[in-house]
């Protein structure tokens, strides 16, 4: 059997250079998805202060079991504490230099150096028992948590987008592998036919393909763990270099990402090979010749309840995007695979829509086209089965990559909007940080209608309605209301001093408060703030940010103080004059205008938007060759068939117009159920950003896509057909199939 397997093999080496594509490439990108996953998980960081010292104390930086933005600092008392647990030669205390944070005596973290002979392990239980839930002990490659405490923070969002894209990769992957080898498959009923008629068994064939199955996986997968491995982490420093992710965290890909990208592989050709080779090994070797040419069944029940499955689940995506999510940032993790799922249903039933679109127009096609219609459309009703496998790739093409563009370019749109919409000021002034009072001083130019210094951080909100996730903006009340759109239901911003807040009309309804009420904060250092509802202004889903003073917030930011002044002119003032004023009374600040402003936040949007785009073109590449593989492995079937059409008389012109008219029926099917699997993502996308169930975006985005479609498929049909009948046609008609 083994010598059966690898005489096929080598037999047929071109045929299986596609199937061998779709696993080494699927399992190459499922590895660097897992690399991610990894990554995420270990939240491994170099340490560069801390390089000699075995063990470093810092502070705890997670609140309720979530990464914390903000450095967490610690009282100077802590490092007596340490140095009198025993095996400890010595800790070193480290500050950082905000002077903020200087005057108020507190510490970043503590170096710790061991006694001779000390066992480390031990030496840092010691210390965790002693200071208790206080401080966080690090030992090993974690000990440049102290040092970039950001890193923690991405370990939450690496993780996230990892599992997101890599469960699309794993859908991808299996769904194209599977459908690759069972073209493949199909296109060997003869061969199998003949095997059953010289006496072989059914169990003998299932073995002699499984066993092809398995020898080319192991090939496949052995050679993408390199290439999975260099993948991983050029994604990976893709996401760092757009500020997704910390650029601190260390790249790990290790054995269990190489595992399941075999595995992946691995079990989706297994399964194809059982599936598709189940057919010919159990019909019988009469009935298998006759049929070997085209199948004429194709509606399996299990294929009816695997599309049934994922156009349900689809679905469900979507209505529970609409229905359950709020517009934050893990919106994508329903709305995204939405698109995929319903994608996959309708690549399973698109024999059937195949049918249908040639029954609609094939009748203008034959009209419009002459000969070469009417053999198209012959072919496309006889092939309609064998077609559909060159339409699922397609179909997944055109949902991943309509459903997610648009899916960014509305995020852009919203963002843009809302940030352009929501800020008042005319100029705004940065600096490493301003000394209290600064403000005050601008706000009392001449020229100027109002000033508030800018911080932002994220915490939480404690009892009903609460959690993470919260965005918290700090202002300054007497200029708030010149500086930013603040349209106040109930209250004023102008009470904003001292331990208070601004809450929007649905967070006071989902947390049960009203002015005058207290609502308990964790800021992002972890520091506990019970606050006064001061105010409720209008809701604005794209800005779900509370308010609160911008002195309270800096004070419990990792800089300690505001790094951004907003600056309102007077109507008819030089801003120029205004900006050289506003230079001289902050030194070394710079002073951008408000277009600059937004420009700058449009450049922030657009590295995120590349940072997301190389991921998903990973992804929309896969699914591209997969669609190539498989468009020319089934015109490279049929070149027996175009010689028999050129020994009747037709031309290697005829032939490809009869081609081109067949591609078309499968791009129209294509697009149209790509169309409706992107819409799967777009609308209730769309619906919870802006209202709308347009998509934001222009309509390039589609059409590009569509002709990215169009063009592979032509290219990837014509091309090996073109080739094919360089050869003489009857060597053509009389080559092995």
Known sequence: MIRLVL????????????????????????????????????????????????????????HAGVALTERVRMDTSIVDQVSA???????????????????????????????????????????????????????????????????????????????????????IVVFGVASMLSLSLGQRQREMALLRAIGSTPRQVRRMILGETVLLCIVATALAVTPGFFLGRFLFGQLAASGIVS??????????????GIVTAMAAAIAATLVAGRRAANTKPLAALSEATEPTRWLTRPRLVLAVLFLASGISMSVVTVAVMDNGPILASTAGPASVLVGIGLALLAPGFMKAIVVVVGWPVRILAGPAGFLAVHNARIRSIRMAGAVAPIVLLMGIAVGTLYMQSTENAVKTEAFASTLLADLVVTSGGFAPGVVDEIATLPGVAGASELVTSDGFVDGPGGGSDFGFRGVTAAGAKDTIRFDSTAGSVENLTGDSVAISESQSEDFGV?????????????SPL??????????????????????VLAAHTTPGLAQQILVRAEPGVDQQTLRADISALAPGATVSDRASLIGDNTRVQQILVSANYTIVGMIIGYAAITVVGTLVAATR?????????????????????????????????????????????????????????????????????????AVLTIVATAVPAWRGMARPAVESVRRPE
């Open 247 to 260: 650029s601190a965290l260390i790249f790990h890909q290790g054995l269990i990402p190489v595992i399941v």
């Open 637 to 709: 079937k049929r070149s027996r068939e175009f010689g028999l059409q050129r020994l009747t008389g037709s031309t290697r012109r005829q032939v490809l117009e009869m081609l081109t008219v067949e591609s078309g029926f499968v791009v129209t099917t294509a697009v149209v159920l790509g169309t409706v699997a992107a819409s799967a993502t777009t609308i209730p996308y769309s619906l919870v950003k802006s209202g709308s169930v347009v998509p934001s975006g222009s309509p390039m985005i589609y059409i590009g896509v569509v002709a990215l479609a």
């Open 85 to 171: 647990v025993p095996g400890v030669a010595d800790a070193i205390p480290s500050r950082s230099l905000p002077p903020a944070v200087l005057v108020d005596r507190r510490i970043d973290s503590v170096g710790v150096l061991t006694e001779p002979g000390a066992d480390t392990a031990a030496v840092a239980s010691a210390i965790s028992t002693a200071l208790g839930s206080s401080a966080t002990v690090l030992t090993g490659e974690n000990r440049g948590l102290a040092e970039f405490p950001d890193a923690l923070a991405s370990q939450r969002t690496l993780t996230i987008l990892a599992g997101i894209f890599g469960s699309w990769a794993v859908m």
């Open 530 to 551: 019970s606050t006064t509802v001061v105010a409720i202004h209008a809701d604005d889903p794209n800005d779900p940010s509370l308010l609160l003073p911008a002195d």
């Open 514 to 526: 009203q002015v005058g009420d207290t609502l308990g904060l964790h800021l992002g250092d972890g």
């Open 7 to 62: 005489a096929s093999l080598r037999y047929r080496i071109t045929s299986f250079v596609a199937t061998f594509l779709a696993l080494f490439l699927g399992a190459a990108i499922v590895m660097a998805c897992g690399g991610l996953m990894e990554t995420g998980v270990r939240a491994a960081v170099a340490s560069d202060r801390f390089a000699y010292a075995p063990i470093v104390v810092t502070g705890v930086q997670t």
